[in-house]
């Protein structure tokens, strides 16, 4: 199951339950109510896992420091899956949080065949300029090309001790066909998590990781090497947080790489349009059969699209889903409805982005 879903898979989980008995993951749940103004993440259980959250909630009570740390690989262009994480960082800067957030250029030319120009400026056009228009202040985050960061490339080797190749295997599932820079990869991951605890960026103190459950093997490494690193550095080990993924218009997983699966931040209105009329959708093979049953929004890709992004308010989106179940709204209108709400968006968001780029540009150089 770990070399499935992983890092690098094109595979959806399926079975999120599975998966946390698998991994040690505890449920989220309850700690949305002791958060101040959890956001609709939150609320909904689409952040559904953590690992010693409890240890960034008190930093968060008591005003203490904390750190939250992230990173964004440059491989192609940004859609609404990735947003997830760009909502978490607005609310976590919201709410006193010192954000680290990595530009992983080094992952996308090991891992992807990326030059690391060709990384930079996707980089920037596709996530900088992105994240700044979705709210995220980037002149307060503490921002960084992997391939430029001696703080990380020195931390990695120095990590590296302490870790062998038959434990990469164990964790990742690499085989004899892997490229030695992919095996390398996951200790500068592991740095670029432990890094924010460094004495000169602040030193050791709670640090969350949002992440997808894909991720989490590298958090399970950066957990162990941390203990086996406190007397060295007193690393703490890093907390993290576990978001289902948004799936894909098609069914499967959301890519850059297969653009019917994807709604682009930067989507023309007639591909959006183009795009909705031939998602997949939990209705009934005719509109009269579904009138008469209702749908099935749990298994709408389009009803999720409400869920993580297009309806903030709970209420309203509990009327459509009643109105899905009952027959009362079929998919054409649903769809329908979706399209117009997805224009809106993304015509603001091309506004917010224009504002965006110079300054983004700025700050990079």
């Not at 879903?5 to 749940?29: H, N, Q």
């Not at 062998?164 to 030695?180: P, Q």
């Not at 949002?210 to 907390?239: N, W, Y």
Request: charged share 30%.
């Amino acid at each position: 199951m770990t070399a499935k879903v992983g890092p690098w898979s094109e595979t959806i989980p399926k079975d999120y339950a599975r998966l946390m008995r698998e991994f040690g993951i505890e449920e989220f749940g309850d700690l949305a109510e002791e958060l101040p103004d959890p956001n609709h993440l939150m609320r909904r259980r689409i952040i559904f896992g953590h690992r010693d959250f409890q240890r960034v909630l008190g930093a968060m009570r008591s005003g203490e420091k904390f750190a939250v740390m992230t990173g964004l690989m440059p491989s192609g262009r940004m859609h609404l899956g990735h947003k997830l994480v760009v909502d978490q960082l607005v609310w976590y800067q919201r709410h006193g949080a010192e954000i680290f957030l990595c530009v992983a250029d080094i992952e996308a030319h090991a891992t992807r065949g990326l030059t690391l120009q060709d990384a930079e400026r996707l980089a920037i056009e596709e996530y900088l300029v992105n994240f700044q228009a979705l709210g995220l202040d980037l002149e307060r985050c503490n921002l960084y090309f992997q391939s430029r960061s001696d703080a990380v490339r020195n931390l990695a080797y120095t990590l590296g001790r302490k870790v062998n190749l038959s434990e990469l295997r164990a964790i990742y599932g690499f085989s004899g066909e892997t490229s030695a820079s992919h095996i390398f990869y996951p200790l500068i991951d592991v740095a670029d998590i432990l890094h924010p605890q460094l004495e000169e960026f602040g030193g050791p103190r709670p640090t969350v990781v949002p992440v997808g459950i894909d991720q989490d093997p590298h958090l399970r490494l950066a957990r162990d090497v941390a203990s086996r690193f406190k007397r060295e550095f007193g690393f703490i080990p890093p907390s993290s947080t576990y978001h289902r993924l948004l799936r894909g218009l098609t069914g499967g997983k959301m890519s850059s790489s297969n653009p019917e699966t994807a709604i682009f931040l930067t989507d023309p209105p007639e591909a959006v349009e183009r795009k909705i009329r031939n998602a997949f959708t939990g209705g009934r093979p005719t509109a009269k059969e579904q009138r008469e049953r209702g749908g099935d929004p749990d298994k709408c890709v389009v009803y999720e699209l409400h869920v993580y992004h297009l309806t903030p308010d709970d209420r309203e989106l509990l009327k459509l889903r009643e109105a899905c179940e009952s027959g009362e709204i079929i998919c054409g209108e649903c769809k329908a409805k979706t399209v117009e709400r997805l224009k809106v968006f993304l015509a603001e968001h091309k506004k917010r982005r224009k504002n965006a780029e110079a300054g983004v540009k700025k700050l990079i150089k």
